[in-house]
């Protein structure tokens, strides 16, 4: 890969406080494009964070766990906040024996310490972004549009809920083709577009966003693939018990991202089935751990406890 290429992550960075009732037993970086970010860190990609941190324990906690995974950070600076953060409940169930498939671990709430999208300064991060950049994009708002249409690099895009789109005119989502270089749309995302535009066939998606490459998971069944009016359908063979299916899309859309540009952005058949089967088996490995990352970490749950004695012992 031309190590000249840099994998950005754009705004301030969130946490996972993972719970088991009222105690905190758990503590990571959380939100799609940044997990992507640890993923492409963790294959040895050039990563930079751009953006913000709360300067609470919890977020020097999280920033530390990303400068370890070697995603650059010196272009992170800490607000005078505690950091955005997710409470998550770990299900009770899941304790006594690791082997339950259970159900996945949900946000309860938001805590009261998500400071407002006003402290970012957008016009610094655009300032920071080379023409041979990659950002990770997984939302639409106002500044991701911004970035779309008006800074020069590859954008990569994760829509993973319709709420994504459903605050979009017609013309905005039109005004987004072949501006993305590889979009990732999931089960869904799906249903909602079909039924938004009035379309007969999925095959009429990629016509609207035409991307570079298109892909749209469909879980534990696989992916469908468009790239040059082609569709690959890829199906699991194997399917693998879930502990935590959290993070699994993150993680595959991650490899489709490093192989993309690895492949000087060619696309053909082989390279298809090649990145799908990579993709699978990293998926594979997420949804064995706890957590979006849990398998970098080789996190399960009794780990997670020890995770808490660490960052305990490091505010000491």
Not at 77 to 85: G, H, L, M, V
Not at 234 to 252: M, Q, V, W, Y
């Amino acid at each position: 890969m031309d190590n000249n290429i840099r994998f950005i992550v754009l705004g301030d960075l969130i946490a996972d406080l993972y719970y088991y009732g009222s105690k905190l037993i758990g503590i990571d970086g959380g939100s799609s494009r940044f997990n992507v970010i640890a993923n492409l860190a963790n294959m040895n990609c050039n990563t930079v964070a751009i953006g913000g941190c709360g300067s609470d324990k919890f977020g020097k906690t999280v920033l530390k766990r990303y400068s370890k995974l070697g995603v650059d950070v010196s272009r992170v600076k800490f607000r005078d906040r505690p950091i955005r953060a997710y409470n998550l409940s770990i299900d009770q169930a899941m304790l006594p024996k690791l082997s339950y498939e259970c159900s996945k671990i949900s946000p309860v709430t938001y805590q009261n310490t998500w400071y407002e999208d006003s402290l970012e300064e957008l016009e610094y991060y655009k300032s920071q972004v080379n023409p041979n950049d990659v950002i990770v994009l997984d939302k639409l708002d106002t500044f991701s549009l911004d970035i779309i249409d008006n800074v020069e690099c590859h954008k990569v895009l994760d829509i993973g809920h319709s709420n994504r789109l459903e605050k979009l005119n017609d013309e905005q989502i039109t005004a987004l083709r072949k501006k993305i270089s590889i979009l990732q749309l999931n089960e869904r995302v799906i249903p909602y577009l079909m039924q938004r535009f009035k379309y007969s066939d999925i095959k009429d998606i990629y016509s609207l966003f035409q991307p570079k490459l298109m892909i749209i998971t469909r879980g534990r069944e696989g992916a469908d693939i468009f790239f040059e009016n082609k569709i690959i359908q890829k199906n699991l063979i194997n399917s693998t018990r879930e502990i935590d299916p959290t993070g699994a899309g993150d993680a595959f859309f991650s490899v489709f991202i490093k192989e993309y540009f690895n492949n000087s952005s060619e696309i053909n058949e082989e390279f298809i089935h090649r990145t799908f089967s990579q993709a699978s088996s990293l998926t594979a490995n997420v949804v064995r751990h706890v957590g979006a990352r849990g398998h970098i970490y080789e996190r399960t749950l009794d780990k997670l406890s020890l995770e808490n004695d660490e960052y305990e012992r490091e505010q000491i």
